[in-house]
């Protein structure tokens, strides 16, 4: 698949949402230059949350750049946003 028509928008969606969930799991480890973040169990969930929201807006973003570029149909693009 091509994509490119909105120029791979998802992918900085799916990479912000990579980087979050390591900076989650990294919660309360010093970083190179000795700053911890250590954030509270209800921060962390709210924050996993927001990933797991984020990457479900990057699937539909893909899917629709994926449409516009002419690499899925419209049927296969409506058969997977009502998924």
Do not use: H, Q, W
């Not at 509270?40 to 949350?49: A, D, N, Q, T």
């Not at 797991?52 to 539909?60: C, F, L, P, R």
């Amino acid at each position: 698949m091509s994509g490119g028509s909105f120029d791979y928008a998802y992918y900085r969606v799916e990479s912000f949402v990579d980087e979050l969930c390591e900076r989650i799991e990294s919660n309360g480890t010093k970083d190179e230059y000795g700053y911890s973040p250590n954030y509270s169990p209800e921060v962390l969930s709210k924050l996993s949350r927001i990933a797991d929201e984020s990457a479900a807006v990057a699937k539909k973003m893909k899917d629709v750049e994926l449409m516009y570029s002419g690499d899925i149909s419209e049927e296969t693009f409506l058969e997977r946003s009502n998924g």
